[in-house]
């Protein structure tokens, strides 16, 4: 029954996470569709703010770049035409320039206090046909000075710098490119065709070739541009519900941590007004049943009385592993820790056990190894592992069955506590259901008296707190085999005699007790 809850409850939990998965994709989706309406070019507002702000950046990188080109394309054609002109061409170019950077200033403090795009998009395309303009001055006003090929060369081949230059600057917004080279391409094939050469017809061509190249290749950098952002912004999203999914378990636990505070609270509380009414029955009921003040002469009121007894015996060893098993999730649970024997502990929990057993007729074995040291536990909590242990054992192997409790020392140096018995088993699948608090397999409730399902997950704690570790290993209709293992370093070897310290050497400290 237990397993069958756990699987519904897993597969509605797997139901209700797709389900908010497709929510979110839903959302999501619908979210984009909004912000792509919204805008003109079909892309999202975020992005779009994203590719000005990068445009404005690489405007701003460059501002020492492009006066540096101007200097040099106007120094080296002063070869072919007059300084003067040279000169009032490269004073035009660095005005436009700053009139260009004092502008992309100003945008990139508007960018910040989300100022109008469409705007500032319009403004940033106006300083690029400046700056076209102002190089397609260049190409034009140099006609009359010079036809001189080498010339046509170096007009050339100032386009492909500059139309570069322009292609990388202005990757995100590619509109900027064709408002910065246009001019330039226009101007320098009429420049060509004046001319009047075939050298000078195909520089045309080749410079019109060019033009579309590096418009296509400003397509392909605005669409990696875009990729990265998109990447950018799914990051961002499930950093965000990263987030939200970490506040929320942390929400949660600090409910349950709270929860099962209270729950430890109210049976720290409850304690003693549960334990208080089931000592009275208990020693009222067995005065009855053992009739102490006299016979009792109605032989069914006897009978009641020891199931009243029994009854209230069981509730209160029920209280009493309820409490303890929350002590310890709590972490109030203290090891009161000292040397013992594991064989000591073994004798006397099957001397404990010994009337249970031989009611069933039930024969336990012991096999203890010889020459053990001491291990350093908790002997309480220790002798009530293997009393749980013992008990469950005796409960479900059937009468005239076997125990057989091993003492020994396991491959890594610890020592360990096994209970075997030929009762029933446990499935496989169930093991992990057993092991946990109140879990019951469903053969042993069919073949034995029912329990409270608290004995094994104490056993497991306990040993986890000794850092120790609780094996438990079953076949149906076979038996099962129960182990308490104690960590090695829990073995206490032998005491090494203290020397005699010599008054006249220096003062060390020796060993009393070493672990190992």
């Given at each position: 029954?237990?397993?069958?809850?756990?699987?519904?409850?897993?597969?509605?939990?797997?139901?209700?996470?797709?389900?908010?998965?497709?929510?979110?994709?839903?959302?999501?989706?619908?979210?984009?569709?909004?912000?792509?309406?919204?805008?003109?070019?079909?892309?999202?507002?975020?992005?779009?703010?994203?590719?000005?702000?990068?445009?404005?950046?690489?405007?701003?990188?460059?501002?020492?770049?492009?006066?540096?080109?101007?200097?040099?394309?106007?120094?080296?054609?002063?070869?072919?035409?007059?300084?003067?002109?040279?000169?009032?061409?490269?004073?035009?170019?660095?005005?436009?320039?700053?009139?260009?950077?004092?502008?992309?200033?100003?945008?990139?403090?508007?960018?910040?206090?989300?100022?109008?795009?469409?705007?500032?998009?319009?403004?940033?395309?106006?300083?690029?046909?400046?700056?076209?303009?102002?190089?397609?001055?260049?190409?034009?006003?140099?006609?009359?000075?010079?036809?001189?090929?080498?010339?046509?060369?170096?007009?050339?081949?100032?386009?492909?710098?500059?139309?570069?230059?322009?292609?990388?600057?202005?990757?995100?917004?590619?509109?900027?490119?064709?408002?910065?080279?246009?001019?330039?391409?226009?101007?320098?094939?009429?420049?060509?065709?004046?001319?009047?050469?075939?050298?000078?017809?195909?520089?045309?061509?080749?410079?019109?070739?060019?033009?579309?190249?590096?418009?296509?290749?400003?397509?392909?950098?605005?669409?990696s541009a875009l990729t990265?952002?998109?990447?950018?912004?799914?990051?961002?999203?499930?950093?965000?519900?990263?987030?939200?999914?970490?506040?929320?378990?942390?929400?949660?636990?600090?409910?349950?941590e709270d929860a099962n505070?209270?729950?430890?609270?109210?049976?720290?509380?409850?304690?003693?007004?549960?334990?208080?009414?089931?000592?009275?029955?208990?020693?009222?009921?067995?005065?009855?049943?053992?009739?102490?003040?006299?016979?009792?002469?109605?032989?069914?009121?006897?009978?009641?009385?020891?199931?009243?007894?029994?009854?209230?015996?069981?509730?209160l060893n029920l209280i009493?592993?309820?409490?303890?098993?929350?002590?310890?999730?709590?972490?109030?649970?203290?090891?009161?820790?000292?040397?013992?024997?594991?064989?000591?502990?073994?004798?006397?929990?099957?001397?404990?056990?010994?009337?249970?057993?031989?009611?069933?007729?039930?024969?336990?074995?012991?096999?203890?190894?010889?020459?053990?040291?001491?291990?350093?536990?908790?002997?309480?909590?220790?002798?009530?592992?293997?009393?749980?242990?013992?008990?469950?054992?005796?409960?479900?192997?059937?009468?005239?069955?076997?125990?057989?409790?091993?003492?020994?020392?396991?491959?890594?140096?610890?020592?360990?506590?096994?209970?075997?018995?030929?009762?029933?088993?446990?499935?496989?699948?169930?093991?992990?259901?057993?092991?946990?608090?109140?879990?019951?397999?469903?053969?042993?409730?069919?073949?034995?008296?029912?329990?409270?399902?608290?004995?094994?997950?104490?056993?497991?704690?306990?040993?986890?707190?000794?850092?120790?570790?609780?094996?438990?290993?079953?076949?149906?209709?076979?038996?099962?085999?129960?182990?308490?293992?104690?960590?090695?370093?829990?073995?206490?070897?032998?005491?090494?005699?203290?020397?005699?310290?010599?008054?006249?050497?220096?003062?060390?400290?020796?060993?009393?007790?070493?672990?190992?």
């Amino acid at each position: 029954m237990n397993n069958g809850s756990s699987q519904n409850s897993k597969h509605k939990t797997t139901i209700n996470r797709a389900r908010a998965n497709r929510r979110r994709e839903v959302a999501r989706t619908v979210k984009d569709a909004r912000e792509r309406l919204g805008t003109v070019d079909g892309m999202r507002p975020s992005f779009e703010a994203d590719l000005i702000l990068m445009f404005v950046k690489n405007r701003l990188s460059a501002a020492y770049a492009v006066p540096m080109i101007a200097i040099v394309v106007s120094t080296i054609s002063s070869v072919w035409v007059p300084v003067e002109m040279a000169g009032s061409w490269l004073v035009a170019m660095l005005l436009a320039h700053s009139l260009v950077i004092l502008s992309t200033k100003r945008m990139e403090k508007s960018l910040s206090k989300e100022g109008d795009l469409r705007a500032i998009r319009r403004e940033l395309l106006a300083g690029d046909m400046l700056y076209g303009v102002v190089w397609a001055i260049f190409f034009i006003g140099n006609l009359k000075f010079s036809i001189d090929y080498g010339f046509g060369v170096f007009q050339f081949a100032t386009m492909l710098i500059v139309i570069a230059m322009a292609t990388m600057l202005s990757s995100p917004l590619p509109g900027a490119l064709l408002a910065a080279t246009v001019p330039i391409t226009g101007a320098l094939i009429v420049s060509f065709w004046f001319y009047d050469s075939v050298p000078h017809y195909a520089m045309a061509f080749m410079a019109l070739g060019a033009q579309v190249f590096f418009f296509i290749l400003s397509k392909q950098l605005h669409n990696s541009a875009l990729t990265l952002l998109e990447y950018r912004a799914e990051k961002d999203h499930l950093i965000a519900e990263m987030e939200q999914v970490n506040a929320i378990s942390q929400e949660a636990r600090r409910r349950a941590e709270d929860a099962n505070l209270a729950k430890t609270r109210f049976l720290a509380t409850m304690s003693h007004e549960l334990r208080t009414p089931l000592n009275a029955i208990l020693g009222f009921s067995e005065v009855m049943k053992d009739e102490v003040l006299g016979p009792m002469a109605n032989k069914l009121y006897l009978e009641y009385s020891r199931d009243i007894n029994q009854s209230g015996e069981h509730l209160l060893n029920l209280i009493n592993e309820i409490l303890d098993l929350s002590r310890i999730e709590a972490g109030r649970y203290e090891l009161q820790e000292e040397s013992v024997c594991l064989r000591d502990i073994a004798a006397t929990c099957k001397h404990m056990m010994h009337m249970r057993a031989a009611a069933k007729k039930i024969e336990i074995h012991e096999v203890y190894e010889s020459n053990l040291s001491k291990v350093w536990v908790d002997e309480k909590a220790l002798r009530q592992m293997v009393l749980n242990l013992l008990s469950n054992a005796v409960k479900f192997t059937p009468p005239e069955g076997e125990i057989t409790v091993h003492v020994g020392v396991d491959s890594s140096g610890g020592q360990y506590i096994s209970v075997n018995d030929t009762g029933t088993g446990i499935p496989e699948e169930e093991i992990p259901v057993v092991l946990q608090a109140f879990g019951q397999g469903t053969q042993a409730i069919q073949d034995a008296e029912q329990g409270t399902g608290l004995g094994l997950s104490i056993v497991q704690a306990l040993a986890q707190m000794h850092e120790g570790e609780f094996k438990l290993t079953s076949k149906l209709r076979e038996g099962t085999q129960a182990s308490i293992h104690l960590p090695a370093k829990r073995v206490l070897s032998h005491m090494d005699p203290v020397p005699v310290p010599d008054p006249d050497a220096p003062k060390t400290s020796a060993p009393l007790l070493r672990a190992g």
